[in-house]
């Protein structure tokens, strides 16, 4: 069947706008780098719950724990096992490379034992145990300080990704090698979830995404299929998590907090549900605005009003919030899509018109 | 012996608020088909705004003014969560409740701070009994709870007032044909559930403070104890929670050194166990 291959004219642009990802990687200021880097990391987490929540009705709030676990997996095997020889030896890790190929399958394997019985039931099963999964990751990272870092010293990873004698290295985006990687995997990442959606499995998922009740009528597996969209998302955020730790090259158990899960569920809800565009446009705009939230937190007043010590944490939880709230009462759907339909029907009421 | 009775009895008060939770989760998805993620806010705000009014006021009147405040601002969240007809699913209805959540743990973030608040116990005298404290919170909180459960119980069952609120979640577009105002029955059920959470946490912010952040904890307690009796079973919610809060005393109190900092994962991988469990139980959707 040709309906696997994407149109030509779709592929280009996908493709051309991918390559100016990676050109505008090596144009860019290292403090803005970093932020466009951490973009690149939350699309590829996107477009896994993205996937998730479209097509498997299935919505996961502990994206970010296993962002977290693929990030503390590569990290920890690359520094080394022993917290002992750590310190002494520091070859006692594994080749980054390889870390970063498990920190994906570790998290995947996870996903699919929690998965395997909470995917059989309605979705607010599957919401809460992965939330409770955030938790119990963040408990263990503080409980076994001595493995993890913990909070203080945290985990200093201080080797860089080394892909057969191409180096990335560069903290904070000093040099533009891993935000052209991340970018790169972003592309590749949107190129496969876009042929999923039109292969034979995709096609499947769009039949239990319309009724689940008919699709499995016609003999689709409909709980292996979430199941397998649960492992790939899953997979996606330790990829993306693996990614993180050559970005700051540091680990510690605040960069995962609770709020990090649902702001991916935000980036969805934002892009489209089951949108694999629209799931790295949600991942761009959330970044932004909470980078420029972030900024406007921090000011010492605003519109003559004196700011409290909490403010960023209160603008950023807030309006995100809101966001969530507004979006999926008046657009269940997803804020992108209803957008795009907006325009196309001015444009048609405009041609009618003339 | 003393130990063990004295975690009991601390385990029961806490497993019951865990118990009130879950209850006003069954009712809320018992007759609107929506599970609560703010069914934890509600717990948070009563518990913050009794250690904000304790000091100017009587105990009592302090804390029949969090639980109608928190009431209010129950039925305000329950007209918005319930959404519109045709476009707001189940699944949504969570997201904007999580969104809700969210919403309210940044303006009591903003309102009081970064750090647990507690009070000190407006009760003169605590029982001894045998070597073990009894706090008279802690018989009102299990009193509360059995009572509610009992009320919900039959209300649910035996009246036309109580059928009609469950008609509403069996088929909104037949409820709303046969003259039930679904909006107004989601408001009176939000209601009453974020009264009784309220109820929970004004009781037991002494023992155990709250912060605007502890939300997400009691909602998945509660959440957890909703499951166990399939999200359906008002009876099997109180089980659930005094189970869950008895597990978790006994870890904290029992378990060797390290493996104490680990009492919110015990009883998370309980929940994960109970859900598991229960995945045999439920028909798939």
């Given at each position: 069947?040709t ?7 779709r592929l ?70 022993d ?14 490379l ?33 939330l ?5 990751l963040?408990a ?15 985990l ?26 991340v ?26 995404a ?80 909470e ?9 010492p ?54 | ?18 118990a ?5 989760m ?50 305000l ?7 519109f ?78 059928q ?18 679904v ?79 680990y ?23």
């Open positions: 069947m309906t696997r291959l994407l149109p030509l004219g280009g642009a996908t493709l051309a706008a991918g390559a100016f990802a990676i050109w505008l990687a090596y144009q860019l200021e290292p403090g803005s780098r970093a932020l466009f880097t951490l973009m690149g990391l939350y699309a590829i987490v996107a477009i896994g719950l993205s996937l998730l929540m479209g097509f498997a009705g299935q919505i996961s709030l502990g994206q970010g724990a296993f962002y977290g676990l693929g990030a503390y997996t590569a990290g920890i095997l690359v520094v080394g096992l917290p002992d020889e750590r310190l002494v030896n520091p070859e006692a890790g594994i080749s980054p390889l870390a970063l190929a498990v920190a994906p399958v570790l998290t995947a394997a996870v996903a699919a034992v929690v998965g395997v019985a909470l995917l059989r039931l309605r979705g607010h099963y599957l919401a809460f145990a992965t409770a999964l955030h938790l119990i963040l263990v990272l503080f409980a076994q300080a001595r493995f993890t870092g913990g909070q203080d010293p945290g200093a990873v201080i080797k860089g990704l080394d892909i057969f004698g191409w180096e990335v290295t560069g903290i904070l985006g000093a040099t533009p090698r891993l935000t052209a990687l970018w790169g995997v972003v592309l590749v990442t949107l190129l496969l979830a876009l042929n999923l959606v039109r292969s034979r499995a995709g096609r499947a998922l769009q039949a239990i319309t009724s689940e009740r008919t699709a499995a009528a016609a003999g689709i597996n409909v709980s292996a299929y979430k199941l397998r969209l649960f492992v790939l998302s899953a997979g996606l955020a330790g990829l993306a998590g693996g990614l993180y730790v050559f970005l700051l090259q540091f680990l510690s158990p605040d960069a995962f907090p609770i709020f990090l899960s649902i702001q991916f569920v935000v980036m969805v809800a934002v892009g489209g549900l089951g949108s694999v565009y629209g799931a790295v446009f949600g991942a761009v705009a959330i970044t932004w605005l980078d420029e939230l972030r900024e406007l937190g921090t000011r007043e605003l519109l003559g009003f004196e700011l409290p010590d909490q403010a960023p944490q209160v603008f950023s939880v807030g309006v995100f919030a809101l966001i969530l709230i507004v979006v999926i009462l008046f657009f269940p759907r997803g804020l992108l899509p209803a957008l795009v339909a907006g325009a196309r029907r001015l444009q048609r009421r405009a041609t009618a018109a003339r | 012996m003393t130990k063990f009775l004295q975690l009991a009895v601390v385990g029961i008060s806490t497993g019951s608020a865990f009130l939770v879950g209850i006003g069954v009712l809320i998805f018992r007759t609107t088909n929506i599970v609560n993620f703010a069914q934890g806010a509600f717990a948070v705000i009563g518990g913050l705004v009794m250690v904000g009014l304790v000091d100017d006021m009587h105990g009592i009147v302090a804390g029949t003014l969090a639980v109608l405040l928190v009431a209010l601002i129950g039925a969240i329950g007209v918005i969560a319930v959404g007809r045709t476009r707001t699913t189940p699944l949504a209805s969570l997201i904007i409740t999580l969104g809700l959540a969210l919403l309210a743990s940044s303006l009591n973030l903003l309102a009081f701070g970064d750090r647990p608040h507690t009070y000190p116990t407006i009760f003169e005298r605590a029982w001894n009994i045998g070597g073990v404290l009894v706090q008279p919170q802690f018989v009102i909180v299990v009193g509360v709870t059995v009572l509610a459960a009992l009320l919900l119980t039959l209300g649910l069952q035996r009246t036309i007032a109580g009609a609120l469950v008609a509403c979640a069996d088929s909104r577009r037949a409820a709303e044909l046969v003259g039930i105002n909006r107004a029955v989601a408001a009176i059920a939000f209601a009453v559930s974020a009264a009784l959470s309220a109820l929970g946490w004004v009781l037991l912010t002494p023992i155990d403070p709250v912060n605007y952040d502890s939300d997400v904890r009691i909602a998945i307690n509660g959440f957890a104890a909703a499951a166990f009796g399939g999200l359906v079973s008002i009876r099997l919610a109180l089980v659930g929670g005094l189970a869950l809060g008895l597990a978790e005393q006994l870890i904290v109190g029992y378990a060797p050194g390290q493996a104490r900092q009492e919110l994962a015990a009883a998370l991988v309980i929940l994960l166990v109970l859900i598991g469990w229960r995945s045999r139980h439920e028909a798939v959707e």
